[in-house]
């Protein structure tokens, strides 16, 4: 009697817990990894909130504002320190105006461990380029067929005083540089580029900062000179390789949060 | 002793699994009313542009559109029982209509332009009408039957003429199981009926799908909407990929130097919106004359000459109006010409024409 009863309740337990959500218990070991991007003019955070007022002033002297910025980053990698790369073919639109996608969440996709490297790309590789890409089309971020097709890598609109003291506008539009714009575009050379941020460890639920300076997209190696390359940039291939090359060291890792 | 375990353990393997009864068929099969209706998402929609966004508290259904259509075109909506939401939303003009600005059943003018009714599915951001001021197709649905300069009506009142009427109380009760008639009610009704307002049938469209041609002076249109350096229409207005011709956002788009509409502005109480509007779609400017928000362009030619040396420049003309000192982006005479080839070809027909959307 006492074993009937006995193998009775184990079996009321089994049911009880056999149907329970059991979701959770297997990623209890697992950390979660977040991007997450800020904005800064030389070291003063920019947020949306900092938008519409002509208040920055470039290397070439420029006081400007920013009234749009949005941009693509792909490609995650995480290299561990034995080389193997942990390549998570993804992409995320970071909406400055808005406030969106400030933060990349990556979940558990990268175990704890130390990593030698963490990298992304800004914009796309060719081949993910020419992806269709149902949210960025509806977020119109694409670039036209006759210049190349894909997308925006970063599209940053604003104001500045030109050198007859006016309100002028300008369309820092980074692509894909592109030559000969109608049905047989060439390409002169790639615009997106790797930004490697250097080696992290991941042990519990990680937080890696990551710092856009916007002063260096007019600085270095080519002081941009607004009066000059404002507007139109699209189809000037030249701008676009001025765009990539300031764009090198536009991105750092800053703090990493646990 | 042994009884009451063996019950437990059937209640218990029931209830444990409960979730997931649907599937397993566990679940009696009644006949649902109403019946649910999905969307019929174009192809070129599919393909290149996010789902629609329909809310989960209002999901479509065959006597939930019914419903929304036959108030849609009832006068019983408004004060004197003299005009309907399709009185300025007419589907033959798309769901606008021909003047700048419309009447109210006073008779008075208000100050903006009907906007045209389409695709209102695919506004992810939510903000209706010319200044953003309706957060969701179901608030906007009842605004303009308050509205003093459109139908001024009471919704109490409202609400107490459908209770009243010998049809609308079954008709709710077949759309949502209650003949207890609400504001709340009314307005998912109408939004219903609005989203399934769907132009996808332009020549355009047929020509993206390989199904149509367009001429050479159609094509030339095409480069000068998506050329930066000739219209670039394209950074606000949309292109192949994102079929609906608008991106849904807010610009100023230099109308004017000084602003008696402040737009958005009127609505967020920021500054740096003022004289910024909702970017209306291109499909079927065929049908939608006049144009923009106050509707003081007559015709096509004057919107792209606007836009080509009529720009003024104010505190928050969008960075993306090019060459405003010089007025615009200066089109020649052809290109001009081509463009407006170019935009007709986004008027679609079948849309206007479609039995499904008439009274």
Same mark, same amino acid.
């Given at each position: 009697m006492k074993t009937k009863i006995f193998t009775q309740i184990i079996l009321l337990s089994l049911i009880i817990l056999s149907c329970s959500d059991d979701d959770t218990s297997s990623n209890l070991s697992q950390a979660t990894t977040t991007l997450s991007f800020s904005h800064n003019w030389n070291g003063t955070t920019v947020t949306n909130a900092d938008f519409n007022t002509i208040q920055f002033t470039n290397q070439n002297g420029e006081i400007l504002s920013i009234e749009r910025l949005r941009y693509v980053i792909s490609d995650v990698t995480f290299t561990t320190t034995s080389n193997e790369v942990l390549d998570l073919d993804n992409y995320n639109l970071i909406d400055v105006t808005n406030g969106t996608n400030l933060n990349l969440d990556l979940g558990t996709q990268i175990p704890p461990g130390n990593y030698s490297n963490v990298s992304f790309t800004f914009g796309f590789d060719n081949d993910d380029n020419s992806q269709n890409y149902l949210d960025l089309n509806s977020a119109s971020f694409n670039v036209p067929e006759m210049l190349g097709g894909g997308y925006h890598y970063m599209q940053m609109d604003g104001k500045y005083i030109d050198n007859n003291n006016q309100e002028a506008n300008y369309n820092y539009h980074a692509i894909r540089a592109v030559d000969n714009p109608g049905p047989n575009p060439t390409f002169p050379q790639d615009t997106f580029f790797t930004v490697n941020l250097g080696p992290v460890s991941i042990s519990g639920d990680t937080i890696l900062n990551i710092e856009m300076n916007i002063a260096e997209w007019f600085r270095n190696p080519n002081t941009w000179d607004l009066n000059q390359l404002n507007t139109v940039l699209m189809p000037n291939s030249s701008a676009q390789i001025m765009m990539f090359e300031n764009g090198q060291n536009v991105f750092s890792l800053g703090s990493v949060s646990e | 002793m042994k009884k009451i375990i063996y019950i437990l353990s059937v209640v218990l393997l029931y209830l444990s699994c409960s979730s997931n009864n649907e599937d397993e068929g566990l679940t009696p099969v009644v006949e649902e009313t109403p019946n649910p209706i999905e969307l019929e998402i174009p192809q070129l929609f599919?393909?290149?542009?996010?789902?629609?966004?329909?809310?989960?508290?209002?999901?479509?259904?065959?006597?939930?559109?019914?419903?929304?259509?036959?108030?849609?075109?009832?006068?019983?909506?408004?004060?004197?029982?003299?005009?309907?939401?399709?009185?300025?939303?007419?589907?033959?003009?798309?769901?606008?209509?021909?003047?700048?600005?419309?009447?109210?059943?006073?008779?008075?003018?208000?100050?903006?332009?009907?906007?045209?009714?389409?695709?209102?599915?695919?506004?992810?951001?939510?903000?209706?009408?010319?200044?953003?001021?309706?957060?969701?197709?179901?608030?906007?649905?009842?605004?303009?039957?308050?509205?003093?300069?459109?139908?001024?009506?009471? $919704?109490?009142?409202?609400?107490?003429?459908?209770?009243?009427?010998?049809?609308?109380?079954?008709?709710?009760?077949?759309?949502?199981?209650?003949?207890?008639?609400?504001?709340?009610?009314?307005?998912?009704?109408?939004?219903?009926?609005?989203?399934? $307002?769907?132009?996808?049938?332009?020549?355009?469209?047929?020509?993206?799908?390989?199904?149509?041609?367009?001429?050479?002076?159609?094509?030339?249109?095409?480069?000068?909407? $998506?050329?930066?350096?000739?219209?670039?229409?394209?950074?606000?207005?949309?292109?192949?990929?994102?079929?609906?011709?608008?991106?849904?956002?807010?610009?100023?788009?230099?109308?004017?130097?000084?602003?008696?509409?402040?737009?958005?502005?009127?609505?967020?109480?920021?500054?740096?919106?003022?004289?910024?509007?909702?970017?209306?779609?291109?499909?079927?400017?065929?049908?939608?004359?006049?144009?923009?928000?106050?509707?003081?362009?007559?015709?096509?030619?004057?919107?792209?000459?606007?836009?080509?040396?009529?720009?003024?420049?104010?505190?928050?003309?969008?960075?993306?109006?090019?060459?405003?000192?010089?007025?615009?982006?200066?089109?020649?005479?052809?290109?001009?010409?081509?463009?407006?080839?170019?935009?007709?070809?986004?008027?679609?027909?079948?849309?206007?024409?479609?039995?499904?959307?008439?009274?």
């Open positions: - | 599919r393909d290149n542009i996010l789902a629609p966004v329909i809310p989960t508290d209002n999901p479509l259904t065959e006597e939930g559109v019914a419903l929304g259509k036959r108030l849609f075109f009832d006068n019983i909506l408004s004060e004197d029982e003299t005009i309907s939401c399709a009185s300025c939303h007419a589907p033959s003009s798309a769901f606008t209509n021909n003047t700048s600005t419309s009447a109210g059943v006073n008779g008075v003018l208000g100050n903006r332009n009907s906007m045209p009714l389409f695709n209102l599915a695919w506004n992810y951001g939510e903000r209706f009408a010319w200044d953003g001021k309706e957060l969701s197709l179901e608030r906007q649905a009842l605004e303009p039957i308050e509205n003093p300069v459109e139908m001024n009506s009471d $919704l109490e009142i409202v609400v107490q003429r459908l209770q009243n009427h010998p049809d609308y109380p079954e008709l709710f009760d077949a759309a949502f199981k209650t003949d207890i008639i609400t504001e709340e009610l009314i307005a998912k009704a109408i939004a219903q009926f609005e989203r399934t $307002l769907i132009s996808a049938n332009s020549k355009f469209d047929r020509y993206s799908l390989g199904q149509a041609n367009l001429t050479a002076q159609e094509l030339n249109g095409l480069d000068v909407f $998506l050329r930066e350096d000739k219209g670039d229409c394209f950074h606000c207005h949309g292109n192949p990929n994102n079929p609906l011709w608008t991106n849904n956002e807010f610009h100023n788009n230099g109308l004017d130097a000084t602003f008696t509409d402040l737009g958005l502005g009127g609505v967020t109480g920021d500054p740096n919106d003022n004289g910024r509007f909702r970017t209306p779609s291109l499909r079927n400017l065929a049908f939608t004359a006049p144009y923009m928000h106050d509707g003081r362009f007559e015709a096509l030619e004057e919107v792209i000459d606007f836009y080509s040396e009529g720009l003024q420049n104010s505190p928050t003309i969008d960075p993306l109006m090019k060459n405003v000192a010089q007025g615009g982006v200066q089109l020649s005479p052809q290109d001009k010409a081509d463009l407006k080839a170019f935009l007709l070809t986004l008027s679609d027909t079948s849309f206007i024409n479609n039995p499904a959307f008439q009274n």
